[in-house]
């Protein structure tokens, strides 16, 4: 192998990392001629998930080995930094919506109209799609700790500026407050995956980095049920105004005593890593891998970009439904902004089962495709059901079939990742899954704008019409996805058997986000 990697391969012994080490992945060095991994000068390159660029030179030895075995140990404070990172991603994800979700309070306390009140929920995702490389290079660059004091920091900061906007008339204030919160939600869909990796054991990572996901679905759940209890859509604006005063100030406390115990608490990784995976992964160069050359690569995946397409317009009109939600619910059921907060929240719970269940599903069957379809069909059969029994006047009919859509539309998150693991692989998960974020929070924007102006001048239906040809759109397109055309997992699987190979393993770098 090149000296870039740093080890010396030698003959193999007892003791030595193998092929076939279950709950990591693995990178295997091809001795074939004439294979798609050589490059110009005759090398052989590696196959690594989420590192690029390494080459190995071919030797005519037919045994290789790797690093021996280290010391790997588990500690308990590896939940106490995944406690804190999630109610970080919890705190962030509630002021997302606690705007949206009262949506008229807001109008008649700022004088504003509607469209202003939603840029404050899309500021989010535009916030996002500009800033989401550079963090991520900041991350590989620096580590975990300095990215979650910094966004922790933003998300204190963001708040307090809030605090002073309790007024009318301090729309502006209470905006730059809310673009400050958004750029620590950049800082928050890139972490699970790699705080799982640096903290947690070979067969714990899944799980860390479902728990650290969780906690930004709470503090969606919570941000549809807290503040239309906290701020009462009351006629006097000083006792408004008062409300709401309340709701920035224990949002600014959490805020900040979340970020003291980041500071003080967390750290960057234990003194003995958790798994061969992370020992092999301390021992490699920031070099050794390239986040911008891996997104080259992807750009040029046809099936990966009908990927991109079609889980923007799912998740965007996901987004669009959030944060126009109180729009919707107070145009046919006037003075139910708590109940509006209650259909929000049953979309958030239903969709955290439906993602569930989806995922145990496909890790037994691994039938992407169809499953794939299956639910995004579904989705729009749930969007149509929504749109059509909105105004039948019974608010128990909107609980059912919101929770139904959003079991389906929530549903597809986890779906549309793992597809695009097997649509990428193997290019690293987390790059794969940062652009697909990137694609829902563009769709998120056009069709939050684009749908609140529709309700504006034709009504509710046809909003979610809107939305429902755009699903349809995106079901056709998964029906024309020739996933079998791609490179994937199960190939490279059987290949094995032909060459004779070796393996790194290393920690999987997949994190699905959530608004």
Same mark, same amino acid.
Request: hydrophobic content about 45%; proline content about 4%; aromatic content about 12%.
């Given at each position: 192998?090149?000296?870039?990697?740093?080890?010396?391969?030698?003959?193999?012994?007892?003791?030595?990392?193998?092929?076939?080490?279950?709950?990591?992945?693995?990178?295997?060095?091809?001795?074939?001629?004439?294979?798609?991994?050589?490059?110009?000068?005759?090398? #052989?390159?590696?196959?690594?998930?989420?590192?690029?660029?390494?080459?190995?030179?071919?030797?005519?030895?037919?045994?290789?080995?790797?690093?021996?075995?280290?010391?790997?140990?588990?500690?308990?404070?590896? &939940?106490?930094? *995944?406690?804190?990172?999630?109610?970080?991603?919890?705190?962030?994800?509630?002021? &997302?919506?606690?705007?949206?979700?009262?949506?008229?309070?807001?109008?008649?306390?700022?004088?504003?109209?509607?469209?202003?009140?939603?840029?404050?929920?899309?500021?989010?995702?535009?916030?996002?799609?500009?800033?989401?490389?550079?963090?991520?290079?900041?991350?590989?660059?620096?580590?975990?700790?300095?990215?979650?004091?910094?966004?922790?920091?933003?998300?204190?900061?963001?708040?307090?500026? =809030?605090?002073?906007?309790?007024?009318?008339?301090?729309?502006?204030?209470?905006?730059?407050?809310?673009?400050?919160?958004?750029?620590?939600?950049?800082?928050?869909?890139?972490?699970?995956?790699? *705080?799982?990796?640096?903290?947690?054991?070979?067969?714990?990572?899944?799980?860390?980095?479902?728990?650290?996901?969780?906690?930004?679905?709470?503090?969606?759940?919570?941000?549809?049920?807290?503040?239309?209890?906290?701020? +009462?859509?009351?006629?006097?604006?000083? =006792?408004?105004?008062?409300?709401?005063?309340?709701?920035?100030?224990?949002?600014?406390?959490?805020?900040?005593?979340?970020?003291?115990?980041?500071?003080?608490?967390?750290?960057? @990784?234990?003194?003995?890593?958790?798994?061969?995976?992370?020992?092999?992964?301390?021992?490699?160069?920031?070099?050794?891998?390239?986040?911008?050359?891996?997104?080259?690569?992807?750009?040029?995946? =046809?099936?990966?970009?009908?990927?991109?397409?079609?889980?923007?317009?799912?998740?965007?009109?996901?987004?669009?439904?959030?944060?126009?939600?109180?729009?919707?619910?107070?145009?046919?059921?006037?003075?139910?902004?708590?109940?509006?907060?209650?259909?929000?929240?049953?979309?958030?719970?239903?969709?955290?089962?439906?993602?569930?269940?989806?995922?145990?599903?496909?890790?037994?069957?691994?039938?992407?495709?169809?499953?794939?379809?299956?639910?995004?069909?579904?989705?729009?059969?749930?969007?149509?059901?929504?749109?059509?029994?909105?105004?039948?006047?019974?608010?128990?009919?909107? $609980?059912?079939?919101?929770?139904?859509?959003?079991?389906?539309?929530?549903?597809?998150? /986890?779906?549309?990742?793992?597809?695009?693991?097997?649509?990428?692989?193997?290019?690293?998960?987390?790059?794969?899954?940062?652009?697909?974020?990137?694609?829902?929070?563009?769709?998120?924007?056009?069709?939050?704008?684009?749908?609140?102006?529709?309700?504006?001048?034709?009504?509710?239906?046809?909003?979610?019409?809107?939305?429902?040809?755009? *699903?349809?759109?995106?079901?056709?397109?998964?029906?024309?996805? #020739?996933?079998?055309?791609? /490179?994937?997992?199960?190939? =490279? #699987?059987?290949? @094995?058997?032909?060459?004779?190979?070796?393996?790194? +393993? $290393? +920690?999987?770098?997949?994190?699905?986000?959530?608004?």
């Amino acid at each position: 192998m090149s000296s870039q990697l740093g080890y010396q391969l030698q003959d193999c012994a007892d003791g030595y990392v193998r092929s076939g080490e279950t709950g990591v992945k693995s990178v295997s060095l091809w001795r074939n001629t004439k294979s798609p991994g050589e490059d110009l000068n005759g090398r #052989q390159r590696s196959t690594l998930p989420g590192i690029t660029g390494i080459d190995v030179e071919a030797r005519s030895s037919d045994t290789l080995a790797l690093v021996p075995l280290v010391q790997t140990k588990l500690y308990k404070r590896r &939940w106490v930094m *995944l406690f804190l990172f999630s109610i970080y991603s919890m705190s962030n994800a509630f002021m &997302w919506l606690q705007y949206g979700i009262i949506n008229n309070v807001f109008m008649r306390f700022y004088n504003i109209d509607a469209f202003a009140v939603d840029c404050l929920s899309m500021i989010y995702m535009l916030t996002y799609t500009v800033l989401i490389v550079p963090v991520m290079w900041v991350l590989s660059s620096y580590g975990i700790r300095e990215i979650v004091v910094v966004g922790s920091a933003f998300n204190c900061i963001g708040a307090w500026i =809030k605090t002073g906007t309790a007024r009318p008339g301090m729309f502006p204030v209470t905006f730059f407050g809310q673009f400050v919160c958004s750029v620590a939600s950049v800082y928050v869909l890139g972490i699970p995956s790699f *705080l799982a990796s640096v903290w947690f054991g070979k067969h714990e990572v899944s799980m860390a980095c479902s728990i650290g996901v969780l906690g930004n679905q709470l503090g969606i759940a919570i941000g549809f049920l807290v503040p239309p209890i906290l701020v +009462p859509n009351v006629e006097d604006l000083d =006792k408004l105004a008062h409300h709401i005063s309340i709701m920035f100030y224990i949002t600014a406390g959490v805020a900040t005593l979340i970020f003291f115990l980041v500071i003080i608490v967390f750290q960057e @990784k234990p003194e003995i890593p958790p798994s061969q995976a992370q020992a092999a992964m301390r021992n490699m160069s920031p070099q050794e891998y390239s986040y911008l050359a891996s997104i080259k690569r992807l750009i040029h995946n =046809k099936s990966f970009i009908l990927l991109i397409i079609t889980y923007g317009l799912n998740v965007g009109s996901f987004y669009a439904v959030s944060t126009l939600l109180n729009r919707m619910i107070i145009d046919h059921y006037p003075g139910e902004e708590v109940n509006a907060g209650r259909i929000g929240l049953t979309i958030v719970i239903a969709g955290m089962v439906g993602s569930l269940i989806c995922g145990i599903w496909l890790d037994k069957s691994k039938t992407y495709k169809q499953t794939t379809l299956a639910v995004y069909f579904l989705t729009l059969v749930g969007m149509l059901i929504y749109a059509f029994t909105l105004d039948l006047g019974h608010l128990w009919v909107v $609980f059912l079939t919101a929770g139904a859509l959003g079991f389906f539309m929530t549903g597809y998150l /986890p779906l549309g990742f793992e597809f695009a693991v097997e649509l990428t692989y193997p290019e690293s998960e987390g790059t794969s899954s940062g652009l697909l974020n990137c694609s829902a929070q563009v769709f998120g924007i056009i069709f939050t704008i684009c749908q609140g102006k529709i309700i504006d001048y034709y009504g509710t239906l046809a909003g979610n019409i809107f939305l429902c040809i755009f *699903l349809l759109i995106g079901t056709i397109m998964t029906v024309r996805k #020739q996933a079998d055309k791609m /490179p994937k997992q199960s190939d =490279k #699987q059987k290949k @094995k058997k032909k060459h004779t190979s070796v393996t790194i +393993p $290393f +920690p999987a770098l997949w994190q699905p986000s959530w608004p």
